[in-house]
Nanobody
Framework: AQLVESGGGLVQAGGSLRLSCAASGFDSDDYVIGWFRQAPGKEREFVGDIYWRTGATTYANSVKGRFTISRDNAKNTAYLQMSSLEPEDTAVYYC?????????????????WGQGTQVTVSS
């Protein structure tokens, strides 16, 4: 399986950005796509996830109400729509995939990772 991300960039505080995660090589729709981010000097942080089969989503409290995760079945692509961005959202953003099961925000549960894309929010 493979995940390819795109859509990062530089945006001003209060602005919006959409990241894409193109998935390939999965045998079924029974998997979870998670979004994580890692700022310099900090640990990788869970942002949210989506269960591909149903579209059910979960969000970290820090982004709830500002970020939205969705997926397009026809394009095999997941999206992270980010709004009301803050300088604290600056990080490298990753998408990752895991099999469903007991829910976890831990990055160690994920088996496949995208290459990451830089998001920089200026004040």
């Amino acid at each position: 399986a493979q995940l390819v991300e795109s859509g990062g960039g530089l945006v001003q505080a209060g602005g919006s950005l959409r990241l894409s995660c193109a998935a390939s090589g999965f045998d079924s729709d029974d998997y979870v796509i998670g979004w994580f981010r890692q700022a310099p000097g900090k640990e990788r942080e869970f942002v949210g996830d989506i269960y591909w089969r149903t579209g059910a989503t979960t969000y970290a409290n820090s982004v709830k109400g500002r970020f939205t995760i969705s997926r397009d079945n026809a394009k095999n692509t997941a999206y992270l729509q980010m709004s009301s961005l803050e300088p604290e959202d600056t990080a490298v953003y990753y998408c990752a995939a895991r099999l469903p099961g007991r829910w976890s925000a831990s990055s160690t549960r994920y088996d496949f990772w995208g290459q990451g894309t830089q998001v920089t929010v200026s004040s």
